[in-house]
T-cell receptor, first 115, second 118 residues
Framework: TQLLEQSPQFLSIQEGENLTVYCNSS?????LQWYRQEPGEGPVLLVT?????EVKKLKRLTFQFGDARKDSSLHITAAQPGDTGLYLC???????????????FGQGTILTVHP | GAVVSQHPSRVICKSGTSVKIECRSL??????MFWYRQFPKQSLMLMAT?????????EQGVEKDKFLINHASLTLSTLTVTSAHPEDSSFYIC??????????????FGPGTRLTVL
């Protein structure tokens, strides 16, 4: 079983601060996705990273996939109250085996940005 | 594109009754759909993988006779919670896998169904 350790579990910051969320594993993933979920709604896909070392930017959000494709980070610059939510990383195991197609989820990070 | 709907969004039922939840991919075909359960402020727990035209694959510890899954078409999967009990109360979320090299097998999630069993 490929596990994803996501940290921190909780993050409470003031508007304007920067933050980073980490996802780490001892296993290699073919791709890794980041989702944001608001209470009572389903997760919304933010980005998919595929190539080792890849960096993608989405406005104030920067996503990075580790060179070895075992870890990833999400960095938010100048956080705003609208960024509040549950952030989930999810990795797709390498092709083959019984886990093909499934996503392995991190434990999630609950981010609260105070005005 | 890549919109997934779920119906109903909320359901309240009496203990012992069965509840059916539908998951539809609206603008793409999904040969594989997944059903998750989520507890408050926690991550998603995969319950089963639903493949069109074949039996679902259940995760360890998930009772297949209690959580019946049917994937009748490329755009519809249903989850039926049979003889529901209060401990089945939870947030159930489906996702649909959009296959193809360009899409890197991304999963798109429905808005979830809040089940409350009285």
């Amino acid at each position: 079983t490929q596990l994803l350790e996501q940290s921190p579990q909780f993050l409470s910051i003031q508007e304007g601060e920067n933050l980073t969320v980490y996802c780490n594993s001892s296993s290699v993933f073919s791709s890794l996705q980041w989702y944001r979920q608001e209470p009572g709604e389903g997760p919304v896909l933010l980005v998919t990273v595929v190539t080792g070392g890849e960096v993608k930017k989405l406005k104030r959000l920067t996503f990075q996939f580790g060179d070895a494709r075992k870890d990833s980070s999400l960095h938010i610059t100048a956080a705003q109250p609208g960024d509040t939510g549950l952030y989930l990383c999810a990795g797709r195991p390498n092709a083959g085996g019984t886990s093909y197609g499934k996503l392995t989820f991190g434990q999630g990070t609950i981010l609260t940005v105070h005005p | 594109g890549a919109v997934v709907s779920q119906h109903p969004s909320r359901v309240i039922c009496k203990s012992g009754t069965s509840v059916k939840i539908e998951c539809r991919s609206l603008d793409f075909q999904a040969t594989t759909m997944f059903w998750y359960r989520q507890f408050p402020k926690q991550s998603l727990m995969l319950m089963a993988t639903s493949n069109e035209g074949s039996k679902a694959t259940y995760e360890q510890g998930v009772e297949k006779d209690k959580f019946l899954i049917n994937h009748a078409s490329l755009t519809l999967s249903t989850l039926t919670v049979t003889s529901a009990h209060p401990e089945d109360s939870s947030f159930y979320i489906c996702s649909a896998r959009r296959a193809g090299t360009r899409h890197f097998d991304e999963q798109f999630f429905g808005p979830g169904t809040r089940l409350t069993v009285l």
